[in-house]
Each structure stands twice: as structure tokens, then as C-alpha cells.
């Protein structure tokens, strides 16, 4: 699993590459009014089965624009979005986010403690790694291997993502992560996958 993890990293640090150029947030704000019908207009969706996309770092946000795009991660509501989005047009929308701060979120304390355990120190007798390996001891993600930030987003997304994987969900014969993901989540109880998306809710996302 150790070896796994180490060569997903350095293969997705590659395929991170051509999203580091970067974009304009002020060009980003003014293509953003697309977004904000689900995502909000500052990236933090009221509704949560849309994700949070503040404070998101670019290389993710970039990528999964283009997977989208691409038809390898299906996402019917922005499949008539992202069709007409140029290069330029994702990266000026991703700086843009990427800027804005993610609002904070609240755990549910009767199952905080399972889900704080399975994040920072994983279930050594199913062979489950801690998810803050990957994605941060606070939930700032790692923008280099293109994990995503988590702190702050809404139970409900972060549930209904896990459970994706855990169904054997993956955006591409090329996208590690997500296969990462799929092998992870298999071993993961109903129980555990609720308690760490109310646990990741009530991390705060602090902006770089």
C-alpha cells in the first residue's frame, strides 16, 4: 500500500504539470456567474450535494475541469458547461476560486471521534491509511499531487464521493487518484465513511 501511495504521488505530480500556468482571478470572477448557480458566487455552495469549491487549489480544480470536459469523469449538470470552456477559460476560473476563502462547516460529535481517528491514524486491521497522508493534517489537501483541499466541504458531497469510489467509480484508465480512491473506500464501512465526512465538514480550510 506504502509503495502504492508513493508512485500515485509522483505519477499525479506529473499529470499536475501543464495545470500549473495559471490563470487570472480577476478574468476568473467575471466568467464566474456560470458557476454560481450551484457552486455559489464565491464557491461555497448553500446546497450540499454541490461541492465547495473556495479556497480549492488550481491544479485540482483545473483538472477536474478537464476531466469533466474530456467525458472521463461524467457529470451530467456540467456537461453543457464545461463543452464550451477553453484552456484559458478553466484556469481563469480555477485562480478565481482558488482566491476565495471556504466557509467552515460543524461535525457531529456523537461520531467525531471514529472520524477523526480513520482521518489521522486510518484502521490498521482493514489496511486503511490515514487520509491525512494524502490530503493534510488539517485537510489542506496537497496541491503538487493534485489532492484536493477537504476541510470545510459538506458532509453530504464528501459521503456521496466516497460511497462513488467505494462503487468503483474512477474518472480514467489514466487518473490514479481516483483508482486510489476506489481501493481505499472498499474497505470502508457505511458507519466510517459517515463519520469522516462529518469529521472533514467541521475542518477549517485556512487560505494559503
Known sequence: MKHLMQVAATLSLLLALPALAGGDAAAGQGKSAICAACHGADGNSVIPNWPKIAG??????ERQLG?????????????G??????DQDMADL????SS????AGV???QTRALGERLFRSGNTKTDVPACMGCHGPAGEGNP???????AGQHSVYTEKMLKGFRSGTTWGEEDVSSKIMTDITLRLTDKEISALATYIQGLRLVSE
Do not use: N, W
Open 56 to 61: 480549492q487549489h488550481t491544479s485540482y480544480l
Open 144 to 150: 503538487l499531487a493534485v489532492y484536493p483541499a477537504l
Open 100 to 103: 476565495q476563502d471556504r466557509s
Open 107 to 109: 461535525a457531529d460529535e
Open 94 to 97: 480555477a485562480a478565481y476560486f
Open 67 to 79: 476531466l469533466i470536459k474530456s467525458g472521463a469523469r461524467t457529470v451530467p449538470e456540467m456537461a
Open 81 to 86: 458547461i464545461v463543452v464550451s470552456l477553453s
